[in-house]
Nanobody, 120 residues
């Protein structure tokens, strides 16, 4: 059974940094695209970042502040978040799929999410 488990969320202040982790189990994810999405209260889930084949892509809202990386040996993908803003608040989801995309329907596997709250 494929599982994605996120961790690292919490309550921080604006300007702080935090790193999220997502551990994948059940199959090797070395060739898969691994992505982070987020969903704020009352809003749709939105793309944050994706890593695949050594390339990373980011949404405009996090470009320059967030960094996605992966450790294939550990089947883990990370999201380093710097200069956090209150608008970064939401539930952060890890996703895995065959191709990298900003569209959430392109991903086959999802974690349950980890909550990030950024206070002003």
């Amino acid at each position: 059974q494929v599982r994605l488990v996120e961790s690292g969320g919490g309550l921080v202040q604006a300007g702080d940094s935090l790193r999220l982790s997502c551990v994948a189990s059940g199959r090797p994810f070395g060739a898969s695209a691994m992505a982070w999405f987020r969903q704020a209260p009352g809003k749709e889930r939105e793309f944050v970042a994706v890593v695949m084949s050594g390339h990373q892509y980011y949404s405009d809202s996090v470009q320059g502040r967030f960094t996605i990386s992966r450790d294939i040996a550990k089947n883990t993908v990370y999201l380093q978040m710097n200069s956090l803003k209150p608008e970064d608040t939401g539930v952060y989801y890890c996703a895995a799929g065959p191709v990298g995309s900003s569209l959430n329907n392109r991903y086959h596997y999802w974690g349950r999410g980890t909550q990030l709250t950024v206070s002003s």
